[in-house]
C-alpha cells in the first residue's frame, strides 16, 4: 500500500513539473539564441560590425563585434530554400546583414532589420562555407575585397577574385 501512496504522490508532481519545464521551455523569455562567428577562410579575418555606425567589414576575430545570430526565417517559395536574417549581436538596437544588388559587386552594411521581408538583401543562408543572399532569381555571395578589409555581395566565382575569399568558417557557442 504504501508504494501505491507514493505514487499517487510523485505523478501529479512529475506532471507538474513537466508542465512547468515544457512552458517555462516555450517562451521566449528562456529562448536561447546560438551566437556565430565568420571567419574568412583566405585572409583569416572575421565578419565584423561597428557598434557606432552601419559599417561591416572583414577584421581582427577578437572583441564583441564579430558575433552574429541567425534571427526570422523565410523560405523561398521558387527554390525551396530557407532565408534567415543574419543580425548583430551586441547592439543595443537589433541590425540584420544588408545588401543591395545594384551592381556585380555590392556593398555590404548593418540597418534595422525588416519585419516583413520587403528587403531580400536581408535573407541571407549559410551552407558549405558561404553566406549567400537571396537575389531573387539568383543568389550573391558575401566576399572579402581583393585589396583591403571591404566585404561586398557578388556572384561566387567572380572573375579575378580568389575562390577563398568567398569562403567563411561559422563557428558557434
Not at 510523485?10 to 539564441?33: F, H, N
Request: glycine share 8%; hydrophobic share 30%.
Amino acid at each position: 500500500m504504501k508504494s501505491l501512496k507514493t505514487l499517487r504522490l510523485t505523478v501529479p508532481i512529475g506532471l507538474a513539473a513537466l508542465l512547468l519545464a515544457i512552458t517555462g521551455s516555450m517562451s521566449t523569455a528562456s529562448a536561447t539564441t546560438t551566437r556565430w562567428v565568420y571567419q574568412n577562410v583566405y585572409e583569416g579575418n572575421c565578419l565584423t560590425y561597428s557598434d557606432t555606425t552601419s559599417n561591416v567589414w572583414s577584421g581582427p576575430c577578437s572583441g564583441s563585434t564579430v558575433a552574429w545570430y541567425w534571427g526570422d526565417s523565410l523560405t523561398d517559395p521558387r527554390s525551396g530554400l530557407t532565408y534567415r536574417q543574419l543580425k548583430t549581436w551586441y547592439r543595443n538596437d537589433e541590425r540584420c546583414l544588408t545588401t543591395d544588388f545594384k551592381t556585380s559587386t555590392n556593398a555590404v552594411w548593418t540597418s534595422p532589420c525588416d519585419a516583413i521581408f520587403n528587403n531580400s538583401g536581408q535573407l541571407w543562408r549559410g551552407d558549405n562555407n558561404e553566406l549567400s543572399v537571396n537575389a531573387g532569381l539568383w543568389e550573391n555571395s558575401l566576399r572579402t575585397s581583393a585589396n583591403g578589409d571591404a566585404v561586398y555581395s557578388a556572384p561566387w566565382g567572380q572573375s579575378g577574385i580568389e575562390l577563398d575569399r568567398w569562403e567563411w568558417n561559422g563557428t558557434h557557442n
